[in-house]
């Protein structure tokens, strides 16, 4: 069995027309010697060059999901897991391209949360939610937002309730496809006890938002399902960045992992 410093970790990305947040994701993940397999949904925003550009590291594979002219979700967590029962990693993370995930100390990486868990005998880990914002008028799609994104809302929808584990020992029998990719569901699950950090910068200005929201086409089976409700609909003027709110807070300096809890958002910020 690999330990400490020999796991081997790939992430797997499922992603359409990801770019500013893959020029800053890939080296990111190059950084702590963590791979990364891609599925691309049909981007046309000049990813593959990218792709191209980082192939070996940390891009080891770039495979396809055919776009159909709207979002499934249930099909991209088909694809990730096909594509996972082919890795031979000892560690699998779950990633989508606009997050950035953290151990929960300070200075300490992703690859750090995993090699603990893993010599302490757990097969999977959680993480709790925190939503990056840019201030209201600021966009910052080219720019390094994890540098420079400090405004955050912790999303917890149901109090103490972990609900994104996202990252597993290969072998483990347990799927996410019943969960929309959240929980893992299956027999031997050991989640690490402590919850480590996922920031997500869900969107990089008002014009990203709207591009990503307004009039976005979600597989009908899954609408059926009661998959996607709160992000469907959203009128453009509900993704207006707000200049304040009882939820929002804001981090001392981008590495921080001093984060607020104590006033939990249970809907992203259009919903408030």
Known sequence: MNTGKNISICAVLAVRDGLPYLRVLLPFLAAQGIEVAILDNGSTDGSHALYAAHAGAPVVSVGTIPYRGYFSLSEQLAAKRALCATLRHDWIVHHDADEIMEHRGPGQTLRDAIEEADAQGYNALNFEEFVFLPDAGVDL????????????????????????????????????????????????VALYPANHILRHYIVLGEDHARRKYVNRVFDAQEVRRGWHGKRMNIPADRLALPEAGEHLFRLERFDSKDFRRDRPATDNFWHW
């Open 141 to 188: 799609t080219g720019l390094d937002y994890y540098r420079t994104a400090l405004r955050y809302y912790f999303l917890e929808p149901r109090k103490g309730k972990p609900r994104l584990n996202r990252a597993w020992k290969r072998g483990l029998d347990a799927a996410n496809l019943a969960t929309g990719g959240h929980r893992l569901e299956g027999e031997g």
